[in-house]
């Protein structure tokens, strides 16, 4: 029996092949965490099926659709991790408010880049749009993982918001033995001359040393993970992209503003949410230094 204190990671499935890719992503990170998964499936009423003037048998047809949904997800999560603790629910709602609850209670969101309705992904819908950087814990849009990756990335600006980033990559390379990529794009002022062009390897130098610096207590705490610090010259979306070809998964941080801020997510981790070779996870919460 699962003790009330343990926080499962919570994967949403919509039937479609990219939920369960998702849910046996999800599977593989909760046995790898040693937590319980639970599959989660939204039942989304139409908007015109009111009480006043219901459509006869659409909710019932709508929940019979939706437990087939998480019989066929929960028999993919038990067929990749035999031994792992799963559940499944059937919860009514808009997918994005079901799945902001859910991650109240979860150690970790997962969900599919593309979907066919319940939950739809970051590139084909708005459901990711509204939960990742909006709720308190890692969100991860699963995607294929290119061949022989073997790194996590994770961008860091040395900034408040992409310290939980760094911790979440720091624990995820423990537990995969797998190194740390972390990308720092930096990109000179603009517009630029001569005089400023001379300067440019003196702001590298700099940009690099004060990366170390803040990277350093890390590398102390985590001495058994490798690490490699890429210097970018550039735009970071554009730099992260790149380095995601070669990645299990991405880390990226998030503004983590509030649910009714458009910006919650920054251009950064919207445009690195649509064209990352990898999965991603976009982490939000307190920084740990």
């Known amino acids: 029996m699962t003790e009330p204190s343990i926080r499962p990671v919570v994967a949403g499935a919509d ?56 019989d066929t997800a929960e028999r993919a999560a038990r067929r990749r991790r035999p031994g792992l603790a ?64 073997a790194e996590i990335v994770v961008g860091f600006d ?4 992409s310290r939980p980033a760094l911790g979440y990559a720091f624990e995820e390379a423990r537990l995969r033995g797998h190194r740390v990529r972390i990308v720092c794009a930096w990109e000179p002022p603009v517009p630029y001359g001569p005089v400023i062009a001379t300067g440019l390897d003196e702001m590298r130098r700099a940009a690099e040393d004060y990366a170390r610096a803040e990277l ?41 503003r509030g649910a009714l801020t458009a910006a919650v997510l920054g251009s950064v981790s919207r445009a690195v949410l649509s064209h990352a070779h990898c999965p991603v996870a976009v982490v939000r919460g307190a920084a740990r230094r």
């Open 15 to 70: 039937g479609s092949a990219g939920s369960i890719e998702a849910v046996v992503w999800a599977a593989d990170h909760a046995a790898l965490r040693g937590v319980p998964l639970q599959v989660v499936h939204a039942v989304d009423r139409l908007p015109y099926d009111t009480p006043r003037y219901p459509i006869p048998d659409s909710y019932d047809r709508l929940t019979h659709n939706g437990r087939q949904i998480l």
């Open 86 to 149: 799963v559940t499944a629910e059937l919860a009514e709602g808009r997918p994005a408010r079901v799945l902001r609850d859910q991650a109240a209670r979860a150690r970790e969101v997962v969900l599919g880049s593309h979907g066919a309705g319940g939950f739809p992904g970051m590139l084909l819908g708005s459901v990711g749009n509204q939960v990742a950087g909006h709720v308190p814990v890692p969100v991860v849009v699963v995607r294929p993982t290119p061949p022989e990756a």
């Open 158 to 161: 040395c900034s408040e918001a």
């Open 216 to 256: 350093r207590p890390w590398q102390g705490e985590y001495a058994d993970v490798k690490t490699e610090l890429d210097m970018v010259r550039g735009h970071p979306v554009s730099a992260l992209v790149e380095a995601s070809s070669r990645a299990v998964v991405l880390v990226v941080g998030s503004h983590g």
